[in-house]
């Protein structure tokens, strides 16, 4: 992709992926992605981030279609993931006299990705740069959206917000504006999926981001990935904010996933949702894991007001679809009560073992949870009562 004109002085720089497939390990890019850098030209030239890597070539390429490299004044880095900053080193070989504007985290991370110290002028919140003829960016520090260091910067005279990855997509756009996309749909699966997959555990910091940009009159904002948005931005402003608010449950939620061969370990699940059943303030689900539905599984999983895990052992270990369920927990927003149970013959690891998972996420583990060697008795189903009963205590 060439560099483009969006805007009177505003210049898209960044490069095209179309055939990624997967982003950050953990999401699918089923519409490749793009690395989005911006350039601003006049009495100051400004560029607004670098791209991935293996894409330093093309980028530089691009900005010196508008103007040469030396005479870029200012590289303005709003967050600092090497899809965004892994140029940033090579790109200072090319402009020495660059400065980097960024927040004081960017900074540090910048410098442990490049390895070297580079020329970074630390922003303070609301600060202003001056580009002359009446021309202004702003900072806005926007913490955990979604990393510690990012933060927006605005450009009044031609209502544009630079956001990286905020409202961002994993959708390859060659037109780069939202006006040229021709599947809408695949557009805004991929919007909420990005969401999703990115902004979801930062839920109270979309909302904090949100209300810093809500006055903007933003005409265009840019993002990182995908299209840049010109129409429909306040709409796109609202899903987050709907994504964002939280849902009062009428009653606090308690999950007991559980796995059971013979059905010991099921009867010890069974008599935890008994004695929460009948505390009416509770709604109690008990799921056998080997049957169930990831996707329900996830969703009720990170939806909990408390969790209850029941595994027996086999071969001195828990099952693998109890850590495949585990391994599906949202880690940011994990302090909430939560402990285990299960049956064993002769070993008995599973418990113990999902209590250091679980105290590794951060839940708030009671005790050591619960063994039971084979069958329970009447006096392990008590036990395992007061054990449901203790850990929602303090719900
Ligand atoms: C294939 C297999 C392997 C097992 N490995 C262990 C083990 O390593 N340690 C242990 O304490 N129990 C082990 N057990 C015994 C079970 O944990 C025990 O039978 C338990 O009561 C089963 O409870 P459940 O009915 O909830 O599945 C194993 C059982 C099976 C079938
Ligand atoms: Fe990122
Ligand atoms: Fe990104």
């Known amino acids: ?46 560029l607004i981030e670098t791209v991935h890597a293996d894409f330093f070539e093309e980028y530089i390429k691009n900005i010196e279609q508008v103007v040469p490299l030396d005479k870029i004044d200012v590289l303005i880095m709003n967050h600092t993931e090497p899809d965004h900053s892994g140029s940033v080193a090579r790109l200072l070989e090319r402009c020495p006299k660059l400065t980097i504007y960024c927040t004081m985290a960017a900074k540090k991370y910048m410098e442990a990705i490049a390895n070297e110290s580079l020329p970074c002028h630390i922003i303070k919140p609301g600060e202003i740069l001056d580009l002359g003829n009446q021309r202004e960016l702003q900072f806005i520090p926007a913490p955990l959206l979604h990393w510690p260091d990012s933060m927006f910067t605005w450009y009044p005279a031609e209502k544009t917000l630079f956001t990286c990855d ?12 939202d006006t040229g996309i021709h599947d809408q749909k695949a557009y805004e699966e991929q919007f909420a999926y990005y969401f999703k997959g990115i902004f979801r555990p930062f839920k109270p910091y979309v909302l904090k981001g949100l209300a810093l940009i809500d006055a903007l009159p933003a005409e265009m904002i840019c993002p990182s990935h995908g299209p840049c948005l010109t129409k429909n931005i306040e709409h796109r402003k609202e899903l987050y904010r709907l994504w964002s608010t939280p849902k009062i449950p009428e009653k606090k939620f308690v999950f007991i996933p559980y796995v059971s061969a013979y059905g010991y370990t099921k009867k010890l699940a069974e008599a935890a949702a008994e004695a929460l059943s009948s505390n009416p303030s509770l709604e109690v689900s008990m799921m056998d894991l080997v049957h169930a539905d990831a996707f329900e599984v996830a969703s009720k999983i990170n939806s909990c007001q408390a969790l209850l895990v029941g595994s027996d052992t086999i071969n001195r270990d ?10 599906m927990i949202d880690a940011i927003n994990t302090r909430k009560p939560a402990g285990a149970f299960g049956s064993f013959g002769w070993s008995g690891e599973a418990v113990p073992m999902i209590k250091a998972r679980l105290e590794g996420l951060k839940f708030k583990f009671q005790g050591d949870g619960l063994r039971v060697n084979f069958m329970p008795t009447e006096e392990d189903l008590l036990s395992m009562k007061n054990y449901a009963l203790q850990i929602v205590s303090s719900l």
């Open 318 to 327: 828990a099952p693998s679809v109890i850590w495949k369920a585990l391994a």
């Open 166 to 177: 905020f409202l961002g997509t994993h959708y390859c756009e060659p037109t780069m504006l």
């Open 1 to 46: 992709m060439s560099a483009m004109k969006l805007k009177n002085g505003i210049y898209s720089v960044g490069v095209l992926n179309p055939a990624l497939r997967v982003f950050d390990i953990v999401m699918e890019a089923k519409y490749g992605t793009s690395y989005n850098a911006f350039l601003i030209t006049g009495e100051k030239n400004i």
